[in-house]
């Protein structure tokens, strides 16, 4: 099966310019959940959706960021306007149904630069 | 709230010799523990996970992990390094009954093996 697919691996961007950022998760993973990898703060939540509804953006840092899920199986991160310390690596992960001790599946992350 | 702390940033070992990754959980209820690797430039991928079944919890790679209430820690250990276990290791917490789906991670353990 494949896994958790996202797009693009790697972006490069100038500041200012808009970032989109999809991913595609496991077929039947009712959740999908947006993380965000930086060397100083670690892997941080920023949104996790359910059944395609976004429960908790909490984690958003601001509102140049959004995070929208169409249908089950695509889902988009996006940042405008792009800015330096926007550069992270982002990680788009699934899980299916279920409560307790459930695995979450990650994808290989998009690995993004503002410059 | 639930957190989970590592207690060490850098682990050096020698191949061969036994590995032992720290991490101590603070939840409100009974929690699943997860210990998450990530290899350079990859995604995060599933080492183990306990969700309140048996206490010693067998993982990949040759990887276990014993869950202790009493102590509320959750150490990772493997009796023999290979060189290929120089990762970056995650230990992480998922407390279903405050409602939030998501997982919340340790800051990371790394994994150094000499030859």
């Known amino acids: 099966d494949a896994g958790v697919i996202q797009s693009p691996r790697h972006e490069v961007t100038e500041m200012g310019q808009e970032v989109t950022l999809r991913c595609k998760p496991i077929s039947g993973h009712d959740y999908l959940f947006w993380y965000r990898q930086t060397m100083m703060r670690g892997l941080e939540l920023l949104i996790y959706?359910?059944?395609?509804?976004?429960?908790?953006d909490s984690g958003m840092p601001e509102d140049r960021f959004s995070a929208k899920m169409p249908n089950a199986s695509f889902s988009t991160l996006k940042i405008q306007p792009s800015e330096p310390r926007d550069s992270a690596v982002y990680f788009c992960?699934?899980?299916?149904?279920?409560?307790?001790?459930?695995?979450?599946?990650f994808g290989e992350g998009s690995w993004l630069t503002v410059v | 709230a639930q957190s989970v702390t590592q207690l060490d940033s850098h682990v050096s070992v020698s191949e061969g010799t036994p590995v032992l990754l720290r991490c101590n959980y603070s939840?409100?209820?009974?929690?699943?523990l997860f210990w998450y690797v990530q290899h350079p430039n990859k995604g995060l991928q599933l080492l183990l996970k306990?969700?309140?079944?048996?206490?010693l919890v067998k993982g990949i790679n040759g990887f276990e992990a014993e869950f202790k209430k009493s102590e509320t820690s959750f150490h990772l250990t493997k009796p023999s390094a290979h060189m290929s276990d120089a990762a970056e290791y995650f230990c992480v917490v998922s407390d279903m009954r405050t409602g939030r789906r998501a997982l919340t991670f340790g800051s990371g353990t790394r994994l150094q093996v000499q030859p």
């Open positions: 959706f359910n059944n395609n509804v976004p429960i908790d």
């Open positions: 939840s409100s209820y009974s929690p699943s």
């Open positions: 992960a699934s899980s299916p149904k279920g409560l307790v001790g459930n695995t979450i599946y």
């Open positions: 306990y969700t309140s079944a048996a206490t």
